[in-house]
């Protein structure tokens, strides 16, 4: 193992950053961390980690965070960020990085995001452009989504979401920082681009299910229309075309089952965790 002596994690304070910061930490890295000065998710970091306050949307304000690192855990908040200063970050981050982790998506993978959507195709090809060592991390939704069911599970036995039958193989998303870690810290991932996922398919429907027998309660699943899910997604700040993009793709796994891969085993050497594993360790969130 050659760990690389200092990476900083973008976006490290959100579901993944926190558990990515923890993994490096583990494989002996100094830990940096990309936090907006006003955010009230610090203390989610754990111990060890320096903060550096930085906004991607100004990229010199990432001067001393990137300065002398090894390695980058990129991940970009497109919900909130668009990627009018993507290209001037990652020349940055090039200027002194050798290798990157960028936490990409499914949807590339299998071809339904294209780069115009301005999103994880395009920040992948602005990644190829470069002589940074770069791997992929096309991953699929975390298991962590499913906090989103939280609010109408402690407040009733329903949840009334778009397309329950929508098979998922979602992974956790201490399986994927563990994923990024040894990519990260190991040699041979240059230029790899691994789809990671969870070690199983599982509908949404199913989620609930188990998160409810996690709790000791009997959920249902309420299917709500297409349209008025659109609606509510775009309402609650989803980019149109996010809310598009997703919508179609939950419709598609009604009929074909979400891919799946074994790379947090092979990766990680440990077995991806279920979705029960996950609930089993959340249900608080639930109760
Ligand atoms: N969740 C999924 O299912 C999924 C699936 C495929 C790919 N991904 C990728 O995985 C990445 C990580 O997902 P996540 O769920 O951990 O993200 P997240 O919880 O939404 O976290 C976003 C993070 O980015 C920070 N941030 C927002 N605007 C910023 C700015 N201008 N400059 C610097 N930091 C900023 C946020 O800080 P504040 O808390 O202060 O806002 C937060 O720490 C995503 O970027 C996405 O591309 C996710």
């Given amino acids: 193992m050659s760990a690389q002596n200092v990476v900083l994690v973008t976006a490290a304070t959100g579901n993944l950053g926190p558990h990515a910061a923890a993994r490096l930490l583990d494989a002996g890295v100094s830990v940096r961390a990309l936090v907006l000065p006003d955010d009230p998710h610090r203390d989610r970091l754990p111990e060890g980690v320096e903060v550096f306050h930085g906004d991607l949307a100004d990229p010199d304000s990432l001067d001393a965070a990137l300065d002398g690192v090894d390695g980058v855990f990129l991940m970009w908040p497109f919900f909130t960020l668009n990627v009018d200063t993507a290209p001037a970050v990652v020349k940055k981050i090039e200027a002194t990085a050798r290798r990157v982790a960028f936490v990409s998506s499914v949807g590339v993978h299998i071809g339904l995001e294209p780069v115009d959507n301005n999103c994880h195709a395009y920040m992948e090809q602005l990644l190829e452009g470069t002589s940074l060592d770069w791997t992929f991390l096309r991953t699929t939704g ?116 979400e891919v799946r891969s074994d790379a947090v085993r092979e990766l990680t050497g440990r077995p991806a965790r279920t979705f029960r594993e996950w609930a089993l360790d959340r249900a608080d969130a639930f109760r």
């Fill in 142 to 257: 975390f298991h962590c989504n499913a906090l989103g069911f939280a609010p109408q599970i402690r407040a009733g036995d329903v949840v009334r979401y778009p397309y329950g039958a929508a098979t998922r193989t979602s992974v956790d998303e201490r399986d994927l920082a563990a994923v990024g870690a040894a990519v990260l810290t190991t040699d041979g991932h240059a230029g790899k681009k691994y789809l990671v996922s969870g070690p199983e398919e599982v509908s949404q429907a199913e989620q609930v299910r188990i998160i409810g027998e996690v709790i000791g309660r009997e959920l249902r699943w309420e299917d709500i229309e297409h349209d008025a899910a659109r609606r509510a997604m775009v309402d609650s700040g989803w980019p149109a075309s996010y809310a598009d993009g997703a919508l179609d793709y939950f419709a598609q796994l009604t009929t074909t089952p």
